[in-house]
């Protein structure tokens, strides 16, 4: 049986738009997903459906714990 893989993605509405960070094990369905609109909620609401960026783990804790590493960033960048 081949090692299993976990990614962390941002995908974006445009340059410069609205972000959202998710992780999965299964990239390429999970991308697929969004661009056809099949998830419902903030994705599908705010047009979130080009990947612009990843990253691959060997295990789920450790791309859980970048997830959230990098939400707390991204929010950590804003003003408000």
Known sequence: MGTRSFYVYILASRIGGTLY?????????RVAEHRLKLVKGFTKKYDVDKLVYFEQFDDAENAIKREKQLKNWNRAGRSG
């Open 21 to 29: 960070i998710g992780v999965t094990n299964d990239l390429i369905r």
